[in-house]
């Protein structure tokens, strides 16, 4: 199959119900309408065969995982998803099969945030993947990492470290039973970004981040981009269940500077934090403060006898 029937049969025939997409694939560009009076929000992840993901693994997987750490990234600005590219470099022209449960990937992962593919790029080479994501919202609702203050409260989206588990449990043998190790593999397949966040995001976050390369280190990159520090309550760190079942001693690491959990990092003003807490109530949000912002530069943890400790950045890095 050439090239462009390859693009015509698994890419051209995805189906979306977006009326801004004026021209999608087929032509040499895109032509789109944004909404009027709405920042548009762009990013893009690359995915590298047996760095980001195994290239044994099911196609359908990769794809659907390409679309979910993309839209993570439109989650923490606060945006809402619309339109995806793809750059698809493969070793060679693969199995219809394989690119038909890639393409099923795709269309389930972009379905889900109701995106529509718009266009892409196909080249032979060394395996890997690039999305790119629109998203759009209100100019002046977009959350960055830089707007945090002393004093604001610092918050996760949920339990952290089952992926980075998933990723050590691939590369060594292991015990641990079939069920959770199903548990740990869904966590690092299936990611869910939180995009039910937004509107909270919007109406209460001074800044955020997702969690792709491990809390210390992107809680780090709010600090610098905010020029502050953050010190953080070492009981409050919200372990998964299976991290901490199997872990013991390292669990806290595993959730300090493991990646891959797409959760998100946030803080909200001290003025704003008890509105904050009805609005979880009221909504039955579970999110969990783990500490607070301050002044004075770096990362710093309480223990549970109170002694205070530097805490060094620590998380995926690729150089
Ligand atoms: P050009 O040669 O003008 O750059 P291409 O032949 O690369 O165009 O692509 C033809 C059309 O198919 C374009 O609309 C492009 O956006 C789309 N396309 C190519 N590869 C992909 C892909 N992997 N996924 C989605 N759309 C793609
Ligand atoms: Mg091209």
Redesign the pocket.
């Known amino acids: 199959m050439d090239?462009?029937a390859?693009?015509d049969a698994?890419?051209?025939s995805?189906t979306h119900k977006r009326e801004d997409v004026r021209?999608?694939?087929?032509?040499?560009?895109?032509c789109l309408t944004p909404p009027a009076g709405q920042a548009l929000v762009v990013s893009c992840d690359t995915l590298v065969a047996e760095v980001h993901f195994l290239s044994n693994w099911d196609p359908y997987d990769i794809a659907y995982k390409a679309v979910m750490v993309n839209v993570s990234d439109l989650a923490a600005m606060a945006a809402v998803p619309a339109w995806a590219?793809?750059?698809?470099t493969l070793p060679q022209s693969p199995e219809s099969s394989w690119l038909k449960a890639f393409s099923n990937g795709l269309q389930d992962g972009l379905n889900a945030f109701n995106m529509a593919?718009?266009?892409?790029?196909?080249t032979r080479g060394p395996f890997s993947l690039t999305l790119t994501v629109h998203g759009f919202a209100p100019f002046d609702k977009v959350v960055s990492r830089a707007g945090a203050r002393p004093g604001d409260s610092i918050w996760v989206s949920g339990t952290l470290g089952a992926a980075a588990l998933a990723v050590e449990r691939l590369k060594s043998p292991h015990q641990i039973p079939q069920d959770d190790q199903a548990i740990l593999m869904n966590q690092l397949l299936r990611p869910r970004p939180r995009v039910d966040l937004t509107p909270f995001l919007q109406t209460y976050a001074t800044s955020a981040i997702d969690l792709s390369d491990g809390l210390s280190a992107d809680l780090n990159h709010i600090c610098e981009a905010s020029a502050l520090g953050a010190c953080l309550n070492l009981d409050a760190i919200p372990v998964h269940a299976v991290v901490n079942q199997y872990k013991q001693k390292e669990a806290l690491d595993f959730a300090l500077q493991g990646g891959d959990d797409y959760e998100l990092c946030f803080t909200v003003a001290s003025e704003q934090e008890a509105a904050w807490h009805r609005c979880m109530t009221d909504s039955g949000l579970q999110c969990f403060c783990i500490g607070v912002m301050e002044a004075e530069q770096g990362l710093r943890i309480k223990e549970s006898d109170g002694r205070i400790r530097a805490l060094r950045p620590q998380g995926y890095s690729h150089f």
């Open positions: 090239e462009f390859l693009i698994f890419f051209k995805m021209l999608g694939i087929g032509d040499d560009a895109a590219m793809l750059a698809l593919l718009i266009g892409g790029d196909t």
